[in-house]
């Protein structure tokens, strides 16, 4: 078949910023990169890792939140790492996993966003951005295999449908839309515990909020990798909202309250386990 | 075997430049004005969805008169060379200077190595901090470069148009200010008794850089697209 100019100019025609690497420079992907004579499934490279996030839904958006810790082994690589980021006005994403790999690709998908909207004249909806995410996850499978691996967690607020959504991915770029609530990392499966007997549907923004710390405080509680409240260095989750009017960072005075009131709750208990 | 006639390149690049002044002057005017909240771009547009007027980066905006599929290619370059920029090194190593700069190259070698000449005039437009850091660039057709301050005018009737803004600018203009100063510039000129109706909203594209962007509206990103709404609002 004959290639005309105006197959060419539309196959051209590409509003992800990822293609637009891919085809330029794709020595710019984060899973593009070589890591020549490192890593082998047997003996992992010790590089930091982010562990939990847990996230939910609230009556009127979704909420995310994750802890402040990244840890190398048994060692503590940073307490002040955040691990939950705005992805566009819209949506915020939640990484667990390799962290150096991790933050690239968020900076890769805030940029993919916002490239598409800016080329485009208009957002790209919810699902679209969910798709894009996977499909960078499963770029980076190569890695994952290698023991490099990032799980993260997408929510949003769907602005057509009025409501807020939650996904979550495996490291194959597999997509689950999750109702209620979710949480990735290794300290996932306390948050869970945590998650299911505290959840409930209709919450309010600011109950959800309560619900999320103390989920991350089971999450810290037992898992050696997830930090808790620092009320030393006054350092408190990162968590925020998507509702109708945006994504928010919950500011620090509200994170302080809600922290100090889980933790006066469980010396006023003073168990045990 | 037909014999090539001798154009000399003089001549070559007169009717290139003759060429490309004549597909431009065809076009509406469109108005980018440094004032004190910001840069205000304002260009008359009947359609809602094909933009004269566009976003590039967090303190940059683009505008040009032409032919839309020309500046429209330039335009996604500019959005691809400054996220691909900000994105290798950081949000605020890409400047307005960078983009123009490339933009001119392109022109340049557009108009003198290929069949024909883009029919286009841009403007970069970059908000800073203070008026006096805001930066206006205009590019025409040849790549040529120039650096503006206050204002720039493009477009068919640019001499006239532009001979009313300038009576007319201050640098302590508002945004509201600034956008109907360059409404009265491009209003058509009063013919005989007529008084000429003002431009109606649906009729104009507006957007704006806003200088204090993360303190007011808490994003890095100042540009904002006005709806017919939001128009009516601020000249009301």
């Known amino acids: ?273 | 075997m037909t014999q090539q006639f001798y154009v000399s390149p003089e001549q070559l690049m007169k009717d290139r430049a003759d060429f490309a002044r004549k597909g431009i002057a065809r076009g509406r005017s469109v108005v980018v004005i440094s004032c004190a909240d910001g840069i205000a771009l304002v260009a008359e547009n009947p359609s809602p969805s094909l933009h004269k007027i566009g976003e590039i980066y967090d303190k940059i905006a683009f505008a040009a008169v032409g032919k839309y599929n020309e500046f429209e290619s330039l335009r996604q370059a500019g959005v691809r060379y400054a996220d691909v920029r900000g994105y290798s090194y950081d949000r605020e190593d890409v400047t307005a200077r960078g983009l123009a700069s490339v933009y001119a190259q392109s022109l340049g070698a557009v108009f003198t190595a290929e069949q024909k000449p883009f029919e286009v005039e841009l403007a970069v437009a970059e908000v800073g901090p203070s008026q006096a850091e805001d930066h206006l660039y205009r590019l025409t057709f040849d790549g040529s470069i120039a650096d503006e301050h206050s204002f720039v005018v493009m477009g068919g009737q640019a001499e006239k148009v532009s001979s009313a803004i300038g009576a007319g600018w201050e640098a302590t203009l508002g945004f509201a200010d600034a956008v109907r100063l360059a409404l009265k510039g491009l209003t058509p000129a009063q013919e005989g008794d007529q008084p000429v109706a003002p431009l109606p909203p649906s009729a104009l594209e507006v957007a704006m850089l806003d200088r204090l962007s993360e303190s007011a509206r808490g994003t890095r990103r100042a540009f904002r697209r006005l709806n017919d709404a939001d128009i009516s609002a601020l000249l009301a």
């Open chain 1, 1 to 273: 078949m004959q290639e005309s100019t105006a197959n060419q100019v539309a196959a051209n025609a590409t509003s992800s910023f990822t293609e637009h690497l891919l085809r330029d420079r794709p020595e710019l992907l984060p899973f593009n990169r070589s890591l020549q004579g490192g890593a082998s499934a047997a003996a992992p490279v010790q590089v930091p890792h982010a562990t939990t996030i847990v996230a939910m839904s609230y009556g009127g958006g979704v909420l995310m939140a994750g802890d402040r810790r990244a840890t190398m082994g048994n060692v503590i690589a940073s307490r002040h790492i955040e691990k939950v980021f705005p992805a566009d006005h819209f949506s915020v994403l939640g990484i667990a996993g390799t962290a150096g790999i991790a933050i690239d690709l968020t900076r890769l998908f805030q940029v993919e966003l916002e490239h598409y909207e800016k080329i485009e004249g208009t957002q790209l909806s919810l699902e679209g951005k969910a798709n894009r995410l996977g499909a960078m996850i499963r770029g980076n499978l190569p890695l994952a295999l290698q023991g490099l691996a990032v799980v993260p967690l997408f929510a949003g607020f769907d602005t057509t449908a009025g409501v807020g959504r939650l996904f979550s991915y495996d490291v194959t770029g597999g997509r689950y839309e999750e109702h209620e609530h979710h949480t990735v990392g290794s300290g996932s499966v306390f948050a869970r515990g945590a998650l299911k007997k505290l959840w409930r549907p209709n919450l309010t923004a600011a109950e959800a909020l309560s619900v999320a710390v103390e989920s991350l405080y089971d999450a810290a509680d037992d898992d050696s990798a997830t930090g808790g409240p620092d009320t030393v260095r006054q350092l408190w989750p990162v968590v925020y909202t998507v509702d109708r009017t945006g994504a928010r960072r919950v500011p620090e005075p509200e994170l302080a309250a809600a922290s100090r009131s889980v933790i006066e709750a469980r010396t006023i208990a003073g168990r045990e386990a």
